[in-house]
């Protein structure tokens, strides 16, 4: 019996998302840093937040949809000929 594995790929899919959130966010703040210190000096916290929370679901999405396909549970990799007859 083969071993199930979707646990691991749901636990890559997880662990990527959450390391793309941080990623993004720190990226977000390195690019857009004069912006978001600026609008946090006029008392704009909702703006800076908001673009914060974009820019690390969108970090979050890219490291999810760039997970190598060799990860996934679907996928079987190179196979004999001789597997396919039996």
């Known amino acids: 019996m083969k071993p199930n594995r979707w ?12 390391c793309g959130v941080v990623l993004g966010g720190l990226a977000c703040v390195v690019v857009t ?5 600026r609008a946090l000096s006029h008392d704009d916290v909702r703006g800076p937040l ?11 999405v890219v490291a999810v949809l760039t997970t190598p396909h060799w990860q996934a549970p ?11 007859e039996a």
Do not use: K
Request: hydrophobic share 45%; proline share 3%; charged share 20%.
């Open 33 to 37: 840093y004069r912006g978001l210190l």
């Open 7 to 18: 646990p691991d790929f749901l636990f890559t899919v997880a662990v990527r998302f959450l």
């Open 74 to 84: 679907w996928y079987r990799g190179i196979q004999d000929q001789d597997d396919d």
């Open 50 to 60: 908001v673009w914060l929370g974009v820019c690390g679901l969108a970090g979050g």
